[in-house]
């Protein structure tokens, strides 16, 4: 074998080692679950639409002049629904693209990564909430609402990450002998993934819903943790 044959044999290889790397080569279920919690991650500023909808200007000025000399205001249903709505099209192409990218075995580029699983959710609930009480003349850097959504999106980045936790990872569920038992393993924290995630999504939801989570937060992230710890002890349990 020649040396350049050699070069692009070792950099396919480097490339579809990269790719294990960077977290494409999901399973169909996790893709399927990522893409599913992005979208109502990306969603979820609709429902801070519909909360101040009576407050929001039915024409929102945005101060910016377009083509023509024409002045680009927002309709409110743009402003309320329309946002959130474009930002789960993004989300939704580039969950597309990064499945793209595992089939062909490829690495991409350094903005699709970013933005695949966790960019468009974030970009959305941080732009589109803002833009919404900017609309409605709220302040949105209130701690009631900066914390819960802040911890929700951290929980949303857990589930994932635990959702097919690798044996070999720092952060993992250890219970006794339960990483001698793959299928107990991935069982174990494929559950607490889905936990973590949809708790993630209920303190998103709630504050975008109500907006006061006093009470409910606590609860929440108490369970959220709970749940698939008691989960992880029996099913170690059953293998002692």
Known sequence: MSKQKKKAALSREDEMTGA??????????????????????????MLLGWRFWSEIPRVVETGLIGPGGQDDSLPRWMV????????????????????????????????????????????????CSWLIFHSAGQKMLQLS??????????????????FDCP??????LRFSGLEENPLQWKAVHRFAGWIWMLAGL?????????????????????????????FARSRSGKMD
């Open 202 to 230: 209920a303190l998103i939801a709630w504050t975008m819903a109500v907006g006061s989570l006093s009470l409910v937060m606590p609860a929440v992230v108490l369970a959220a943790f709970a749940v698939p710890w008691i």
């Open 80 to 127: 309320a629904f329309g946002m959130p709505a474009f930002m789960c099209l993004m989300d939704a192409i580039t969950h597309m693209q990064l499945h793209l990218n595992q089939k062909r075995m490829t690495i991409p580029a350094a903005p699709v990564r970013l933005l695949g699983r966790w960019g468009f959710p974030v970009l959305s609930v941080i732009f």
């Open 145 to 162: 609402f900066v914390t819960p959504c802040a911890l929700g999106l951290l929980l949303l980045l857990l589930g994932s990450h635990m």
């Open 167 to 172: 044996l070999d990872s720092r952060l993992a």
């Open 20 to 45: 294990k790397l960077f977290g494409k080569h999901a399973s169909v279920e996790k893709r399927r679950a990522l893409l599913a919690v992005t979208l109502a991650v990306c969603a979820m500023p």
